[in-house]
């Protein structure tokens, strides 16, 4: 059972260049979202989607692009990294949250923008 | 995160019953979440209310008050492995989208 995926586990960056944090989950969800982990600031939300070709803006969105060409991946795309996307990022899916069914969260990947 | 508040630390003793607040705005609120993460991992689900009321789920309990904006976890017969922070996450609008409060800090002591 792999579950969520999420590569790689750490990155470290110079400021302007792009990367994509990949993430792949098994289990035919429809939900899934991309979030950021900082102290003191918790979760917040970057973006999400509710099915293949559907993505819509969390609470945190600029300097992240998301797709959903199919129902398994959902990769985020830092076009041009800055020292404040320095975070614990983490991609989380579900079958549903409508109908109250668990996130299912990935590793999490360490970003360091120096 | 859009108005979830909870207490960022919390200290308890082995043995002792604890509860966790949770207040939020009620615009559009379709649920209610609680998640456990424990320092260094990703986090995991403990509960989900949706109608006003206590959920139990062996030592864990989540009550829901829908008007009020209002849910706590009670955690019963503390371990010393539950010292972990408790995220509050609440689910909103049409698509159901999913914001976190900041979590609270819970160490449970000998």
């Known amino acids: 059972n792999a579950g969520v995926t999420q590569t790689p586990k750490f990155q470290v960056l110079k400021t302007g260049q792009s990367m994509t944090l990949q993430c792949a989950q098994d289990m035919n969800h429809e939900y899934m979202s991309w979030y950021r982990q900082d102290p003191g600031m918790g979760l917040r939300l970057i973006h999400y989607s509710v099915g293949a070709g559907i993505t819509d803006q969390g609470e945190v969105p600029n300097g992240y692009n998301v797709s959903r060409s199919t129902t398994e991946d959902f990769p985020l795309r830092l076009l041009s990294a800055a020292p404040s996307q320095t975070s614990v990022y983490f991609c989380?899916?579900?079958?549903?949250?409508?109908?109250?069914?668990?996130?299912?969260f990935g590793s999490g990947t360490q970003l360091s923008v120096l | 995160g859009q108005n979830i508040d909870q207490p960022t630390e919390m200290t308890a003793t082995e043995g002792a019953i604890v509860q966790i607040n949770c207040t939020y705005q009620t615009s559009g609120f379709n649920g209610l979440f609680w998640y456990q993460q424990h320092a260094g991992e990703a986090p995991t689900f403990l509960s989900y209310n949706v109608l006003d009321g206590l959920e139990e789920k062996g030592r864990f309990s989540s009550f829901l008050s829908r008007s009020k904006g209002y849910s706590y976890l009670l955690l019963k017969e503390l371990q010393m492995k539950d010292s972990a922070s408790y995220l509050c996450?609440?689910?909103?609008?049409?698509?159901?989208?999913?914001?976190f409060g900041t979590g609270t800090l819970l160490a449970v002591q000998p």
């Open positions: 996450a609440v689910s909103r609008g049409a698509t159901n989208k999913l914001i």
């Open positions: 989380a899916s579900s079958y549903s949250i409508g109908r109250g069914e668990k996130l299912f």
